[in-house]
């Protein structure tokens, strides 16, 4: 089955900097995109940023100037660092792919298990 797991979350102080992982095993047909999602407390989850399989890029407002989501087909990894961070960047991120595990199989959303992050003052 596809699996997504993330790494790289912990605990930051404000204006510090992190850079979150996530790798994609099992059989994959195709990927049209990968992303993170986070969720605070208490919230809905939401769009961090997300990139294409044409490298085409999109991110929140919140964190446009910040952070900077890339991939690396190859290793079938997709990545986000985060500059300057605030307290309000406080969640459990996930990683997403969106794709198909078959040429016949449905296109559909792929989730990791989410890692922390956390931003002190």
């Known amino acids: 089955q596809v699996q997504l797991v993330e790494s790289g979350g912990g605990l930051v102080q404000a204006g510090g900097s992190l850079s979150l992982s996530c790798a994609r095993s099992g059989s994959f047909f195709a990927s049209n995109a990968m992303g993170w999602y986070r969720q605070a407390p208490g919230k809905q989850r939401e769009l961090v940023a997300v990139?294409?399989?044409?490298?085409?890029?999109n991110y929140a407002d919140s964190v446009k100037g910040r952070f900077i989501i890339s991939r690396d087909n190859a290793k079938n990894t997709v990545y986000l660092q985060m500059n300057s961070l605030k307290p309000e960047d406080t969640a459990v991120y996930y990683c997403?792919?969106?794709?198909?595990?078959?040429?016949?199989?449905?296109?559909?959303?792929?989730w990791g298990q989410g890692t922390q992050v956390t931003v002190s003052s």
């Open positions: 997403y792919s969106h794709g198909r595990g078959g040429p016949l199989a449905p296109v559909r959303d792929y």
């Open positions: 990139i294409a399989s044409s490298d085409s890029t």
